[in-house]
């Protein structure tokens, strides 16, 4: 959290600007809210009060957080005083590129060295908005949805200078305010707009030929995604004069497929909402559901195909972001790959280059197999591996999909000569709040069994690698995702890390080896203290008791950690791994034993090239070159 001084500017008290001075506050930012004059700031604030109280009077919100909120937003006329150390600028002004050009040009001279400055842009390039803007490393895009107050979703977009940092910031700070950001490339639409204007523009145009009536598109598209709104209720809301533009815009940059349709063009000429009356006509509503998946798989695998955004995120960002039962992927894997790419050639044959095909859809359907969707990544990084779990919008909770997937990752990362050491994380800033819980519930038993022993399996193989495994623990480490961590040699963690077993607050135990992993790592006295009362530690508290090896600041924590697991890859490979064997085994036997064992793999080293080369070059006074024989 940044000090006082550190606030969030946002330029713009308009729905979008209002809405993210909310997101912030809410989180515990001080907020710093822009506008040209007191009537647009005091709109701005009513706003953020109307949304505030209705939240009180659901009974989400206690009055006193809403006080809180409210307290910690100020309201000013004046950009030096927003932009005054601030840690984040947001711009969220009127969408012309103009307007946001001469706010850029002066706000320029006023942002601090260290403050990074984003647009909320939904549709402008935006390495044309920061253009000339002074330090482009620290500048980017930071797309929220509607409505910013509580839709979890953002689009990070770096321009052509973007830092690494910056970057990695911008996430950071997305999670803290517990959004869920995907990355997506400076393109027309960004990801989530580059499919759903089309989507919408596409219901008209069914409407338009005659494929089906509006109750029929409403119905096909609900069953479709799994919304309570279809394509033309939700033009009604939002403004059909948004989808007009959009499409428009949309269609300047991309080709006459994007462009709207006549009919969009005269009910917004008319300055009318859409006629929703009537029933679904069962006999049209297949034809308008194929039609619908057809434009959502073929504009979403281009895409992914052009390097937009990958088809995990796209996923995530289409149920976050739109509240879809599904994104696109998903759809198109539930709908068969061969469907799903016919019902996308058709669109092709009849628009033919203005919606090209994805060559990539199409190899996955000659091999009838789904479009590959991954929640655990591997990310190699010279000698070490990251094995990330990409599941942020529920805690990384282990399901199966997640646990096989990991399998996968570390049986990839332990084959590869290459990689001498392994770090178990997390793509957000939480590790793993447990085993899913949402799966758990329907089990049976046997079902529960099956899930158990796959847990088993996993945490196994990971504890059972030859190579180092360093589990890297930001944010919640809890049941499964704590059993988890405990299945690497040793966890390091970020000093805000909360770590526990809960289960027992569920009327289970832990199930993935936590009752024996925990009582060995910390002693049973402990294990049992934290298992029996299921409440978190803190990782400076589970540090001391020697759960956690080592402790950072959040910031720090995966650079430490990275450099940590290149001094291990830097060591004797052989050595390394007789070392982790004399521990694991050694601690598990007597101690006359373990030290046999030790005695027996210490003078097994002596047969080690390695051996030779390392002493050679301690007497040297080189570095040693390691060959791992
Ligand atoms: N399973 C399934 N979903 C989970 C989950 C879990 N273990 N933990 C979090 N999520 C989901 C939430 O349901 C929520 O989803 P929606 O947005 O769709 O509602 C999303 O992740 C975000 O979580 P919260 O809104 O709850 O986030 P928060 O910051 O308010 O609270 C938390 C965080 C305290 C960790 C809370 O999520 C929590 O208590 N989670 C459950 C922790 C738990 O009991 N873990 C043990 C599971 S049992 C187990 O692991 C058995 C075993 O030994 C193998």
């Known amino acids: 959290m940044p000090s006082q001084k550190e606030h969030i500017a946002v330029l713009g008290a308009g729905n979008m600007g209002s809405g993210i001075a909310q997101a912030f506050a809410s989180a515990g930012y001080p907020v710093v809210v822009r506008d040209l004059t007191e009537k647009e700031l005091a709109r701005g604030r009513e706003t953020i009060e109307r949304n505030l109280n209705r939240s009180v009077e659901r009974g989400r919100l206690r009055p006193e957080k809403r006080d809180q909120v409210l307290s910690a937003i100020e309201f000013t006329t004046e950009l030096k005083v927003a932009a005054k150390n601030a840690r984040l600028v947001i711009e969220a002004v009127f969408e012309e590129e103009k307007v946001k050009k001469t706010l850029f040009a002066e706000l320029a001279p006023l942002v601090g060295e260290k403050t990074l400055v984003v647009t909320n842009t939904s549709s402008l390039s935006v390495s044309h908005l920061f253009e000339g803007f002074p330090l482009p490393e620290r500048c980017a895009g930071l797309h929220f949805f509607f ?5 979890r979703l953002v689009e990070i977009i770096p321009g052509p200078n973007t830092s690494k940092a910056t970057m990695e910031s911008l996430l950071s700070i997305s999670y803290s305010i517990k959004k869920i950001p995907i990355r997506v490339r400076d393109s027309p639409g960004f990801c989530i707009n580059r499919f759903f204007v089309p989507f919408l523009n596409e219901a008209t145009r069914l409407l338009e030929d005659k494929v089906a009536d509006i109750p029929t598109i409403e119905a096909a598209a609900n069953e479709l995604l799994g919304t309570k709104m279809g394509p033309f209720e939700l033009m009604n809301v939002t403004g059909i004069p948004i989808a007009y533009h959009s499409n428009s815009t949309l269609g300047k940059a991309l080709g006459k497929y994007y462009h709207p349709s006549a009919l969009l063009k005269e009910q917004f000429e008319k300055g009318e909402k859409w006629k929703i009356e009537g029933e679904a006509n069962p ?3 297949e034809a308008a559901k ?13 895409l992914v195909e052009e390097g937009v955004a990958t088809a995990e995120e796209t996923d995530r960002g289409a149920r976050i972001g739109l509240a879809w039962r599904v994104g696109p992927f998903s759809l198109l894997n539930e709908m068969g790959t061969i469907s799903g790419y016919e019902q996308v050639d058709k669109i092709h044959r009849h628009w033919g280059g203005a919606f090209p095909v994805s060559s990539r859809l199409a190899e996955v359907a000659i091999s009838n197999e789904p479009w590959p969707l991954t929640t655990v990544r591997l990310e190699k990084d010279g000698p070490i591996a990251w094995i990330l779990l990409d599941r942020p919008d529920a805690l990384n909770a282990l399901n199966s999909k997640v646990l096989l997937d990991l399998e996968r990752a570390v049986k990839e990362a332990a084959s590869d000569a290459g990689v001498h050491v392994l770090l178990l994380s997390s793509t957000s800033n939480n590790f793993a709040a447990g085993a899913d819980i949402a799966e758990m519930v329907t089990k049976t038993p046997a079902e529960s069994l099956a899930y158990t022993t796959l847990g088993h399996r996993v945490l196994s193989l990971i504890d059972t690698l030859e190579k180092p495994v360093i589990a890297v623990v930001d944010g919640y480490a809890l049941g499964g995702g704590l059993e988890l961590s405990l299945s690497a040699d040793f966890i390091l963690a970020s000093e805000e890390a909360n770590l526990g077993l809960p289960e027992v607050s569920l009327g289970i135990i832990p199930g993935f080896g936590g009752t024996q992993r925990l009582a060995r790592r910390i002693g ?5 203290l934290m298992i029996l009362t299921g409440t978190h530690v803190r990782a400076p508290e589970a540090c001391a008791m020697g759960l956690v090896a080592r402790t950072y600041p959040a910031e720090k924590l995966k650079d430490e950690a990275r450099e ?3 001094t291990i890859a830097s060591r004797a490979p052989v050595a390394v791994r007789l070392a982790k064997d004399a521990v694991d085994f050694g601690i598990e036997a007597p101690l006359p034993s373990g030290l046999a064992l030790e005695k027996q793999l210490a003078t097994y ?21 390691f060959k791992g024989r």
């Open 564 to 566: 940590l697991a290149l």
């Open 290 to 302: 194929g039609h619908l998946a057809g434009v959502l798989l073929g504009i979403a695998s281009r």
């Open 283 to 285: 006999a049209q509503k």
């Open 605 to 625: 080293t002596f047969t080690t090239e390695d051996l030779r080369e390392g002493m050679k070059a301690y007497l040297e006074k080189r570095k040693p070159e």
């Open 524 to 528: 049973d006295s402990r294990a049992k």
């Open 147 to 151: 409505p910013a107050s509580v839709n």
